[in-house]
């Protein structure tokens, strides 16, 4: 009986952990996988973005979303940010290559679409937090 209270209890501890963690290296490892290109990645941009985690900053954990944002991405080149279903933000992006990864160039700043952009199955992340920025999880 105390043994299986006792796995029950590390089960549950590594679920609980695991909730609010995110390993950036299998994220970035699904990602190079991919071998994505300009025009790949561009291709997988297109469509509706849900946000879904943000980073803590000087942790590997992560918050739940606590707005109902959406990115939407369209084939020529424009975005709408938009928050509980009204657009707080519209304008052109560009796929922009910075040696080692991808980020996109905005022309009005936005903290959700900073960073680099990194792609595994229905998720984008876009890590920001090596220039001290947060990171933005979401889901197509």
């Known amino acids: 009986m105390r043994l299986s209270i006792l796995y029950m209890t590390i089960f549950l501890g590594l679920i609980s952990c695991r909730k609010d963690r995110m390993d950036f290296q ?3 490892k699904c990602s190079m996988a991919q071998n994505l ?3 790949a990645i561009s291709a997988k941009l297109i469509g509706s973005w849900t946000w879904k985690k943000q980073s803590i ?3 590997n954990k992560f918050k739940d979303a606590d707005k109902n944002i959406k990115v939407t991405f369209n084939m020529d080149s424009t975005f709408s940010v938009t928050e509980n279903s009204n657009v707080v933000m519209q304008g052109i992006w560009k796929l922009f290559n910075y040696g ?4 996109l160039r905005t022309n009005q ?10 792609f595994c199955d229905s998720q984008l992340l876009f890590v920001n937090s090596y220039v001290d920025g947060l990171d933005n ?3 197509k």
């Open 26 to 28: 299998d994220f970035v």
């Open 37 to 39: 290109d300009s025009t």
């Open 57 to 59: 900053p000087n942790t």
């Open 100 to 103: 080692i990864y991808y980020g």
């Open 109 to 118: 700043y936005s903290q959700y679409l900073a960073g680099g952009v990194y």
């Open 137 to 139: 999880l979401f889901e």
